[in-house]
């Protein structure tokens, strides 16, 4: 017999670090190391792995891949064993083209063929599962499966990667997972109500998913600035879990009040990203209260007039948040309101006007070159 090539070795080491991932469900933070290092370490669940050592294990997994699609035998993998070989509908070759495509992903994150086979699996389980109620223990397999899924989605999207944290191939498969489980999860999915529909989610549910999912929105907008991606996932599952949720039409506006002051505050803290500003504003169209939207335009402003902030990104936000809102009256308190207020009263820039932002960020530098007032 011949030994394994160093392409196998590496596959069989990073699939035994997947494989022990299933069995808790755990979230990995993965990294690439420069070549001096590794080839592969861990500690915990943090996993350091060079490019060359992933160029190694991807070729043998896209081999095992390609031929289980072309209808070849797949070796199984002599791994720990993970609860999904439990359910009925997965099968014993399921584990390595699992892995497989799992180390594909970690490699080329846009890999439709790869996310399409995770996507077809589910979805054939959850074709097939009868609703009637009468086969629990299928269904609690199922929605085992997606959180595995799930969890698997957030540890590419969460973690140092280059592409991974803006791949649009993982959020759109994400958002696919997320309806899927809700759809699972909600109570009635068994039993249904009276009129034969199922029952909603409560609000505590459903601002629970809505706060997991906004935690690992904003680490990914953490590593990849910018990431109109994460933040479009995340209106989506917003727009989805209000659809599902018992709180009726008022349950976006509860939520993006639930929101708005975590989002604020990550803005605050990266002040140049424009999709955090662009989804902050989605929120404050949801807001139901006029306090809480001049509130948060006032933070905005006193923030940006202490530190002497001209980014665009900012004021563009400024301009656009406050076109609903009286002018004069959102700075109402602060060591700067009362110069602002005299500097600014007759010339407020109005929504829509020309300048915009500018004229916004010119009576900011008229204060700023006035000084604060003194009490």
């Known amino acids: 017999m011949l030994p394994p090539s160093d392409d196998d070795v590496a596959f069989h080491e990073l699939a035994r670090i997947f494989s022990i991932r299933h069995q808790g469900n755990e979230v990995l933070e993965?990294?690439?190391?420069?070549?001096?290092?590794?080839?592969l370490l861990q500690d915990g669940n943090s996993v350091g792995i060079t490019k060359k050592y992933l160029i190694q294990a991807f070729l043998t997994a896209r081999r095992k891949f390609l031929d289980a699609v072309n209808g070849k035998p797949v070796d199984q993998l002599k791994l720990e064993t993970t609860a999904s070989?439990?359910?009925?509908?997965?099968h014993a070759s399921d584990q390595a083209l699992i892995v497989s495509t799992e180390i594909i992903l970690l490699f080329d994150c846009e890999h439709l063929t790869a996310c399409n086979w995770r996507k077809r699996r589910l979805a054939a389980a959850i074709q097939s599962h009868d609703p009637s109620g009468?086969?629990?223990?299928?269904?609690?397999?199922?929605?085992?499966?997606?959180?595995k899924?799930?969890?698997?989605?957030?540890?590419?999207?969460?973690?140092?990667?280059?592409?991974?944290?803006?791949?649009?191939?993982?959020w759109n498969y994400r958002s696919w997972i997320l309806s899927r489980l809700i759809r699972l999860q909600r109570p009635g999915m068994?039993?249904?109500?009276?009129?034969?529909?199922?029952?909603?989610?409560s609000y505590e549910t459903s601002a629970g998913i809505v706060a997991g999912e906004l935690a690992m929105v904003l680490r990914s907008g953490?590593?990849?600035?910018?990431?109109?991606?994460?933040?479009?996932?995340?209106?989506?599952?917003?727009?989805?879990?209000?659809?599902?949720?018992?709180?009726?039409?008022?349950?976006?506006?509860?939520?993006a009040e639930y929101m708005i002051q975590k989002v604020l505050q990550w803005c605050?803290?990266?002040?140049?990203?424009i999709s955090g500003w662009a989804f902050t504003s989605f929120l404050l169209e949801k807001v139901s209260q006029d306090e809480i939207r001049r509130e948060t335009v006032y933070q905005v402003i006193q923030f940006a007039l202490d530190i002497g902030w001209e980014g665009e990104s900012l004021w563009i936000f400024v301009d656009s948040a406050s076109s609903t809102l009286d002018g004069k009256n959102v700075i109402e308190s602060g060591h700067w309101a009362s110069r602002w207020v005299a500097l600014t009263e007759h010339s407020l820039p109005n929504a829509g006007s020309q300048g915009g932002w500018r004229t916004w960020l010119d009576r900011a530098r008229a204060?700023?070159?006035?000084?604060?007032?003194?009490?």
């Open 367 to 375: 204060v700023w070159a006035a000084g604060p007032a003194v009490n």
């Open 134 to 147: 009468s086969d629990k223990d299928g269904l609690q397999s199922l929605i085992d499966a997606l959180h």
């Open 222 to 255: 953490e590593l990849h600035p910018r990431n109109y991606y994460a933040f479009g996932y995340l209106r989506e599952a917003i727009d989805l879990v209000s659809d599902t949720s018992e709180s009726g039409p008022n349950v976006s506006a509860l939520l």
């Open 190 to 201: 068994v039993a249904s109500t009276p009129q034969g529909q199922p029952s909603k989610l």
């Open 30 to 39: 993965i990294e690439i190391l420069p070549p001096g290092l590794g080839p």
């Open 268 to 273: 605050l803290a990266h002040p140049a990203d």
């Open 149 to 170: 899924e799930l969890s698997f989605t957030k540890t590419y999207l969460c973690s140092p990667l280059h592409r991974h944290t803006k791949s649009p191939t993982l």
């Open 85 to 90: 070989h439990s359910a009925p509908w997965s």
